[in-house]
């Protein structure tokens, strides 16, 4: 790929992270309750033992919150501080995109790099989860850079030991014991599939690799267990091994679940993978570009099956070997499927971004009025109108995707260039032109104003009943309120308010003499509903 290309991958590179990371509150539920933790920090809380609206919260290590606080305290001058927080993701997006192209260019020579960010900022699956505040992102990048190291010790093995060991640790930080297991088991394979790193330089790698682990993984564990030995206990079996194993016998729920969505999650990259293996098929697969990306994903996605936790969040891992392992798709493939897959992604993206704008017009101006009608009562609670910046981005992204297609030249890397850019700008759209609207559906806010209108001036505390992480951290970050959980043991208290949360069909009254103050939800949220009461001492009542 000439200078020229590789300048316009790190232009899309930025022009794909950078929409979506301001301008919306935190969202239900995963980075909702991520910047619960983060705002506890940020008031005084202990990072060694985080805490989620005055109770221990370990469910992930505390790097992605650390780095998160951190960006909030550097920024919040001139932006809210959920936003604020949030820039750490394009952070941490960026280091991943720098290490997936430096193993690529280690694996595929001079060049190749560019093509492997391209393949992987072309998968649907990351869009959306790569632009939240949640830890995997951290955890994606220490993945990334693990990937990096094991392609370097080919070259240099104390550098790239250092490299894969640091990654190792990165993962772990962020996310817990099971990327290090996936890692780990990485390492280990890869001299059983590869002659490449079957040597003595690669047992010095993996020496090297070790104690570069050692401080990320040693450090913070030890630190827990001396503050707080029972948070250590719990959040090593029950956050980590007990969610893997989880409680009910017979097939885990991972068992079918990333066979069922990766072929949109990683699509189109994990065709151009199939096509690879084909093409070295026979004594090709020992090949170090072949083997590593191979051993990566299938030790991933064997590991991830086996988990009684299924998640399509869990599945970013899986995205990086294949994106390795397509680089020389490009080059390779035949020119009637080359064509075939410019021109899909030409239309299809081009039709997208038509259909966005017609909806835009629906949704602000009103134009047509039953596609207005139908935009805001599916989503209600947000307020239409005309709003320049939105408008002028939206139509940046548009003008920029044309220029992109009268400028592509013919090339073998036409069609990933051309697709690449429709994600980017596809996102971007979305981003932009219907970011109010989804958080109005999306944020706690609305709901949790509502509920401070009907809370009397003076009270003791409140009770809670059947909240889960996300509406204890919004609570505590919109309106200052930590609520006294009746199911945590040692937090319950004998309050005046008791806030619940049900469904909207069926009321759930609590024993005892209570009135109702309030109640409502999220606009048009069908699953959760929110009552409030305040236990009743009329004379009637006593």
């Known amino acids: ?41 940020l008031e005084g809380g202990s990072w060694v033992l985080p805490h989620l609206a005055g109770e221990p919260f370990l469910d992930k290590p505390p790097l992605l919150y650390l780095s998160a606080a951190a960006a909030a305290r550097a920024f919040s001058g001139f932006l809210p501080l959920h936003d604020a927080a949030r820039l750490v993701t394009g952070l941490w997006m960026a280091l991943t995109f720098i ?28 869009v959306v989860r790569s632009h939240q505040l949640i830890t995997d992102v951290a955890m994606l990048a220490g993945f990334a850079m693990a990937y990096y190291g094991w392609a370097l010790t080919l070259r240099r093995p104390a550098a790239g030991g250092f490299c894969a060991g640091t990654g190792m640790g990165i993962a772990f930080l962020a996310n817990g014991l099971l990327p290090l297991i996936i890692l780990g088991c990485i390492a280990l394979l890869l001299p059983l599939i590869s002659h490449h790193w079957r040597s003595r330089r690669y047992g010095a790698a993996l020496l090297v690799l070790a104690l570069a682990a050692a401080p990320w993984v040693i450090i913070w564990p030890a630190l827990l267990y001396q503050e707080a030995q029972a948070s250590f206990d719990s959040w090593l079996w029950d956050a980590n091994i007990g969610t893997y194993l989880g409680e009910a016998p017979g097939l885990s729920a991972g068992s079918v679940h990333y066979f069922k969505i990766l072929p949109w999650y990683a699509f189109p990259t994990w065709l151009l993978a199939l096509w690879v293996l084909w093409r070295a ?118 003008l920029a995707w044309v220029a992109v297609l009268v400028r592509l030249e013919r090339t073998n890397e ?29 944020s706690y806010r609305s709901m949790v104003a509502s509920m401070q209108l009907a809370l009397p001036k003076q009270y003791d505390c409140i009770a809670s009943r059947d909240l889960t992480e996300p509406q204890r951290a919004m609570l ?61 001492v009329s004379p009637t009542k006593r």
Not at 291 to 315: H, I, K, M, Q, Y
Not at 483 to 510: F, H, K, M, N, S
Request: glycine share 10%; aromatic share 14%.
């Open 99 to 126: 290490f997936v192209g430096a193993a690529a260019r280690e694996l595929h020579g001079e060049g190749r790099g560019a093509i492997a960010v391209l393949l992987l900022l072309g998968c649907f699956g990351l």
């Open 281 to 398: 098929r026979g004594p090709g697969l020992a090949q170090a570009a072949v083997a590593l990306p191979l051993v990566g994903f299938a030790v991933t996605l064997a590991l991830l099956t086996g988990s009684a936790d299924a998640r399509e969040l869990l599945a970013l891992p899986l995205l990086l070997p294949l994106a390795l392992l397509a680089v020389p798709a490009p080059d390779t493939l035949r020119r009637s499927a080359s064509n075939a897959w410019y021109w899909f992604g030409l239309m299809a993206f081009s039709l997208f971004i038509a259909a966005s704008w017609f909806y835009w017009s629906g949704l602000e101006l009103g134009v047509p009025a039953r596609l207005h009608e139908h935009l805001h009562r599916i989503r209600p609670g947000y307020t239409p109108g005309f709003r320049w910046l939105p408008f002028v981005l939206g139509l940046a992204y548009t």
């Open 414 to 442: 036409r069609p990933l260039l051309a697709w690449a850019a429709g994600i980017t700008a596809m996102w971007a759209l979305l981003a932009t032109l219907f970011l109010g609207w989804a958080d109005a559906s999306k």
């Open 476 to 536: 505590h970050y919109f309106a200052g309120i930590i609520t006294y959980r009746a199911e945590a043991p040692g937090r319950q208290r004998d309050c005046e308010l008791l806030l619940t949360q049900g469904v909207p069909q069926y009321e759930v009254i609590p024993r005892g003499a209570w009135r109702k103050l309030w109640e409502g939800s999220r606009p048009r949220d069908k699953d959760e509903h929110y009552r409030l009461y305040q236990r009743d």
């Open 1 to 41: 790929m000439t200078p020229s290309r590789t300048t316009f991958t790190i232009f899309l590179c930025v022009a794909w992270i950078l929409p979506g990371l301001i301008g919306h509150d935190p969202w239900k539920p995963d980075e909702a309750y991520t910047f619960g933790v983060v705002y506890s920090i």
